[in-house]
């Protein structure tokens, strides 16, 4: 066997493409007119942009819903409606029930049912006068929360198989028991479950009630449809029969003797207003009116609540019946708050879950007023609440109760509070009562005034005074809270006195006590915002009291708040401010001290990636040593991070080619570098990537000219080969390609290696040949295809001239250190022999015929352009293309142009073979 | 074999001056020979006087004599025959001519406890001796002329009230004696049928907490018995204004829809008087009140009441029934 004899130089420039000048850059955008072209084609071709799609779709999407909306005959209502369901559905949500709900005597059509005989309403009403307390005497009953709603849903079916039974009485009858349990509020936490599931069978009757009147209206007794009423009809448009039921009905409602139910249905029958009268909404200030006399805050707050519901079906609505509601509620808020704690319900725990159950409807009623309020109807509105406060003065009480003001200030347009900052800053300090914290309204204001721009001047006084007043106020959770709010325009107006002021007193406030979890957040929101306000980090470490309060934050707030410390530090291209080093990496060891790392092991572990590109992104520039030391002690404080070491050890590998760029006097320090290296890389558990670095750790010792190292790396790399042990089935095919690609450029690098003459120049060659036949892991293809490269690799460090070699000066390639040893040359030659053998019968092992083909194929072009031809290599390779042809069709082209190739080299041999055969 | 009277409107409402219009539906299998169909309109007054207020003596005597309004027949056919299957048979009443000299002023239809108002159309196919003669009858409800109301001009009453722990000249809790309390408002006393009872009120003051203010719709009907007026107070209705404690010194709506069935016209002193009055109960929370259960009478009564005398007028008011005397129902 003879290795055929190669002049790299010579093929390269047989073999390179004729370079051709060109006037534009490839890359470089194209010219405008045909970008236009671009999107012309986008919308037809095949070609499916990803973000282009999303977009096309979403207009569709909007488009489709426009068109839903605007086919629907009701299309004003719908949106109400779909508010009014996703609002039903936080309300059932916002208060969960507790199991069991415990209902008087007066909710009794939950426990018996409907009642064939009903007892006439004045009667029942006048022994319940007689004997008020009656009920409450007979003792509480206590149902499952289940059972009282499942009840309720029978009694929808139950009202609804009577309306179709035309049996509309009973209906009406069902209807008012439904509303009579709304009556009882003692269920509190059920009270809006209740409430919710009720409305829903006051809607329904409601919409049967102007469903029946409208047919009655649009069709004759016989069924013949007489005319279509508008959607906009006047009430001269109904015939008298119409206007008659509609009356009987509002009749029959009026009779009920409970102010509540009678509220209740007439409400849902509001609509039905619009048939006898073309000023249905006179009808709601009476409502208003009425709903005075209920005295119970929860009852009547959540009758107001669907006042306001019911109102918007009808066509115009004016909102001066809900301010007056509002003013309604202030009043009767006030006069809780001030009642004295007599009884066990006065007290004030109780206030307070009352008012959190009511505060939902008094958002949704603020929600109402604003919705498409224009500005004369926000100050008018403003006025009507102004008027009231001032009879409140009168009364010598409070001036707004702090929960109103809330939702007021939460739905006021943006520029009326710019504008009136200061008076609203006026009314909430006036405002200090329990049914909702006072610093919450004053945190709101700054929310709301920070939505917009405003002047200089006042907002100069708002925050002056809101600083002042939070100076007096000693808890941290209510300060921060605050605070958070106003962060934001204390930034954009550069008041940077008081935003030392603020820093100082939060400082102050949490120096000496644990910050607790809700704090945590808040501050947390606060230093996000000085985070992202400032360009560079450098300012934000420069404000006084930063670091001392990122130090009193903990557990993950903190951890939260040092990862977008680490992301915005890494967002540029490199860190070389020795004291911004200095504080980032002890907040990565904060970062890496709170880590949990019995939970966050996998891969996507983003405060270890955050570090690791901080380690990354460190440079120290010439300082080349300090920058070494830096690495050391990365390695020392994050020695939990496998991510880490590995941008350790590429670190490490940099700074030595630095080095070796700079000047040779750094060799020592080369050397501490390659030995951090070797030092770190055991501990590095991924196998693939320890293998890889120590290739990379070889490849730069070579090219340092430190040979042993190099030599040392590389039998490292193999014992990690070696090591490599995959359990069945966690071998992934880009495992056995990254193992193989490894192992190619070991081979790579083996031809830079001088060999050494004591061990034998294929030491290396021959411990992964061993280490092939060895693995139980490895296929027959990878196999093969380990062989033929050693192949290559043989035939190469034959050559006279090898095709590369290591910069470094000092180090010779084997072509010249071997120059002429016939020695040399047999142990490649027996190298080779031995692979050959090997060759054939690990391709013949492999079981899928198509990659058998190929793999016959690449190695019969391996062997054919490695060695001279001989019988014995003509043997091989005609064997190899048997097998070939009998994997793959006859028409594969890389079948066809390995048999031309090897025509061109093999031709005589190959006819013998074949005679042979024969 | 079947009959009905079918009247024109399905409401049954006819007001005096306009003609009763409607069918006469009968349904035979065989061909009916007959003598004449005859309707007959009959209008009456009827008054009976039940135990209680009455003396014993007069209880005995029970039902008083009707007072008759109208009394009318008409022959719609002459003797005749009558073919097999349904046949229609239309007519046509004036309830009164103008310029006809009337028994008595047309009430409108009132059912009440012991004065009914009450307007019946029959139907009589006279078929000899040999066959029972074959009638049906039917109520309709007549409602007042706008012209034919009363001579005085309806005007807006306003009364204005205020109570106080003394203006009641019932026993009052003593607690509220002392501590008192003082409810004022106003109400509407003279108005049309078709309108609510509107006013509004004001609790100003109140030393026990209110637990329910009440709107009590009375119903007076007087019988002239002799020499004697027996006069019977019946509760029509009770409407809920206030529940529970309410603010003091919020104005409250008095709003209450008249009972449609149960109230007519006011009708001033003749042989008898049909009035109506309104009171308001305000009930006060007490400890006292849970201590005596409702059935001792000698419990101190805890609700205190005012009453007002309260006139309406029936102008364009529609009274309806249906065929059945003794229920009425609206149709909803």
Not at chain 1, 735 to 758: H, Q, Y
Not at chain 1, 778 to 792: D, E, G, S
Not at chain 1, 803 to 822: K, R, T, W
Request: proline share 4%; with cysteine.
């Amino acid at each position: 066997m003879e290795f055929k004899p190669r002049n790299y130089n010579a093929q390269k420039e047989a073999h390179a493409l004729p370079l051709v000048r060109t006037d534009s850059h490839p890359l470089s955008a194209p010219p405008s007119h045909h970008r236009q072209v671009d999107v012309v084609d986008h919308e037809h071709n095949d070609f499916f942009d990803p973000l282009r799609g999303l977009a096309d779709n979403a207009t569709n999407c909007r488009e489709d819903v426009q068109e839903l909306e605007s086919t629907s005959s009701e299309a004003s209502s719908q949106l109400p409606t779909r508010e009014w369901m996703s609002f039903k559905r936080f309300l059932m949500q916002k208060f969960p029930v507790s199991k069991m709900v415990s209902i008087s005597s007066m909710s009794n059509v939950i426990m018996k049912g409907v009642k064939v005989a009903e007892k006439s309403l004045t009667s029942t009403h006048l022994e319940e006068l007689e004997d008020p307390e009656k009920c409450a005497e007979d003792g509480v009953k206590v149902v499952t929360r289940q059972e009282y709603i499942s009840r309720l849903h029978e009694l929808k079916d139950e009202i609804n198989r009577a309306w179709r039974a035309n049996d509309r009485v009973t209906s009406l009858k069902l209807a008012i028991k439904v509303a009579r349990l709304l009556m009882d509020t003692s269920v509190l936490h059920f009270y809006p479950t209740l409430f919710v599931l009720s409305m829903d069978i006051m809607d329904m009757l409601g919409d049967m009630v102007w469903e029946r009147i409208k047919w009655k209206a649009e069709f004759a007794e016989d069924g013949t449809r007489l005319f279509s009423l508008p959607e906009n009809f006047q009430a001269s448009d109904i015939c008298s029969d119409a206007k008659e039921t509609c009356n009987n009905w509002f009749c029959k409602i009026g009779s009920i003797c409970e102010l509540l139910p009678r509220i209740y249905l007439e409400l849902a029958l509001l609509p039905c207003w619009r048939f006898l009268v073309d000023q249905p909404e006179d009808n709601l200030q009476r409502l208003v009116m009425m709903m005075r006399g209920l005295s119970d805050p929860l009852a009547s707050a959540y009758c107001r609540l669907y006042m306001a519901h019911c109102a918007q079906k009808l066509p115009r609505s004016d909102t001066g019946y809900l301010v007056q509601c509002v003013n309604d509620i202030n009043i009767q808020l006030m006069r809780i708050m001030s009642a004295k704690e007599m009884t066990r319900r006065n007290s004030t725990d109780n206030k307070r879950l009352l008012f959190t159950l009511m505060e939902p409807t008094i958002e949704y009623i603020m929600k109402i007023i604003f919705k498409d309020a224009s500005k004369s109807q926000v100050s008018n509105v403003l006025v009507e609440l102004g008027s009231r406060r001032n009879q409140v003065e009168l009364f010598g009480s409070l001036q707004c109760i702090s929960m109103v003001l809330h939702h007021l200030l939460k739905e006021l347009p943006a520029e009326v509070v710019t504008s009136n900052a200061m008076e609203i800053l006026h009314i909430i300090e006036c405002s200090n009562d329990y049914s909702s914290d006072q610093c919450l309204n004053y945190r709101l204001l700054g929310l709301r005034l920070s939505e917009r721009r405003s002047q200089m001047d006042i907002i100069h006084d708002v925050v002056d005074k809101v600083i002042q007043v939070l100076s007096q106020n000693s808890s941290l959770d209510e300060y921060l809270k605050v605070v958070d709010a106003y962060v934001d325009i204390v930034l954009q107006n550069q008041m940077d006195n008081h935003l030392n002021t603020i820093l100082g007193g939060i400082l102050n406030r949490a120096c000496n006590k644990a910050v607790a979890e809700d704090e945590l957040a808040s501050l947390q929101t606060i230093l996000m915002k000085l985070l992202n306000h400032f360009k560079g980090l450098e300012d934000v470490f420069a404000l006084n009291h930063f670091l001392e309060i990122l130090d009193i934050m903990h557990g993950s707030s903190r951890s939260f708040v040092n990862m977008h410390i680490l992301n915005l530090a890494t967002r540029n291209s490199s860190i070389s401010d020795p004291t911004t080093i200095q504080l980032l990496f002890e907040i990565s060891q904060a970062l890496h001290d709170d880590l949990d790392f019995v939970n966050a092991k996998d891969d996507d572990n983003q405060p270890a990636r955050l570090i690791s590109r901080f380690v990354h992104m460190v440079d120290y520039g010439s300082e080349l040593e300090r920058h070494l030391t830096f690495l050391v002690e990365c390695r020392g404080a994050f020695g939990n991070l496998n991510e880490l070491k590995e941008t350790l050890v590429h670190s490490s590998n940099c700074l030595a080619i630095k080095a070796l760029k700079d000047a040779k006097k750094h060799l020592s320090f080369i050397k501490s570098c390659i030995a951090f290296g070797e030092v770190t890389l055991p501990s590095i558990s991924a196998q693939i990537k320890q293998l890889n670095l120590y290739l990379e750790t070889a490849e730069v010792a070579l090219v340092c000219g430190l040979v042993s190292h190099s030599d040392g790396l590389i039998d490292s790399a193999i014992s990690c080969l070696l090591s490599l042990d995959f359990v069945d089935g966690s071998r992934t095919s880009t495992d056995i390609e990254g193992i193989l690609s490894a192992i190619r450029k070991l081979f790579c690098l083996l031809i830079m290696v001088p060999g050494n003459p004591e061990q034998g120049v294929t030491y290396f060659a021959n411990n992964i040949l061993a280490l092939v036949n060895s693995s139980s892991w490895m296929t027959p293809a990878m196999r093969t295809r380990i062989f033929y490269t050693t192949l290559t690799l043989t035939a190469t460090l034959s050559q006279n001239k090898l095709p590369y070699h290591a910069v470094h000066g000092q180090i010779f390639g084997n072509d010249l250190l071997f120059f002429g040893d016939s020695s040399y040359l047999h142990e490649l030659v027996s190298l080779s022999e031995f692979v050959l053998q090997n060759l054939v019968d690990s391709i013949q092992k492999e079981p899928s015929p198509a990659a058998r083909g190929c793999i016959a194929l690449e190695a019969c072009n391996c062997i054919a352009s490695s060695f001279v031809v001989s019988p014995e290599i003509s043997q091989i390779c005609s064997e190899l293309i048997e097998t070939a042809k009998s994997c793959l069709s006859a028409s594969d082209k890389y079948l066809q142009s390995t048999i031309k190739f090897l025509d061109k080299n093999l031709r005589a041999p190959v006819v013998a073979v074949s005679s042979i055969s024969v | 074999m079947s009959i009905e009277l079918r009247l024109s409107r399905a409401s049954r409402i006819y007001r005096p001056s306009e003609p009763l219009e409607g069918k006469i539906i009968v349904k035979s299998p065989s061909s009916i020979s007959h003598y004449g169909i005859r309707l007959t309109l009959n209008g009456s007054v009827n008054l009976q006087v039940r135990g209680g207020s009455a003396g014993v003596i007069e209880s005995f005597y029970g039902v008083l004599k009707p007072i008759p309004i109208l009394k009318k027949s008409i022959e719609v056919r002459p003797s005749g025959k009558i073919g097999p299957g349904t046949a229609e048979i239309p007519f046509s009443m004036i309830l009164r001519q103008p310029g006809e000299d009337n028994l008595e002023r047309f009430y409108e239809t009132f059912h009440g406890a012991n004065i009914s108002i009450q307007y019946l159309v029959s139907v009589d196919i006279m078929r000899g001796y040999l066959h029972k003669t074959i009638s049906t009858t039917v109520e309709f409800i007549v409602e007042s002329d706008a012209a034919d109301l009363f001579e005085r001009p309806v005007s807006p009453e306003m009364v204005i009230f205020y109570i106080t722990q003394d203006t009641q000249r019932h026993p009052l809790l003593a607690e509220l004696k002392s501590g008192g309390f003082r409810v004022t408002g106003k109400m509407s006393t003279q108005f049309s049928l078709s309108d609510p009872i509107t006013g509004e009120l004001t609790v100003e003051a109140s030393a026990l907490p209110i637990c329910s203010i009440d709107i009590h719709l009375l119903r007076v009907e007087s019988v002239l018995l002799g020499e004697k007026i027996v006069t019977e107070t019946s509760l029509i209705q009770t409407t809920q204004i206030a529940d529970g404690d309410v603010c003091h010194n919020l104005t409250l709506p008095i709003y209450v829809i008249l009972p449609r069935l149960l109230t007519c016209p006011t009708i001033l002193p003749g042989p008898f008087s049909i009035e109506f009055k309104a009171c308001i109960v305000i009930s006060f929370q007490s400890e006292l009140s849970k201590l005596h259960s409702k059935s001792d009478p000698t419990s101190p009564r805890l609700w205190r009441w005012k009453l007002c005398h309260l006139n309406w007028f029936g102008q364009d008011r529609l009274i309806r029934t249906e065929t059945t005397v003794t229920k009425m129902k609206m149709c909803i």
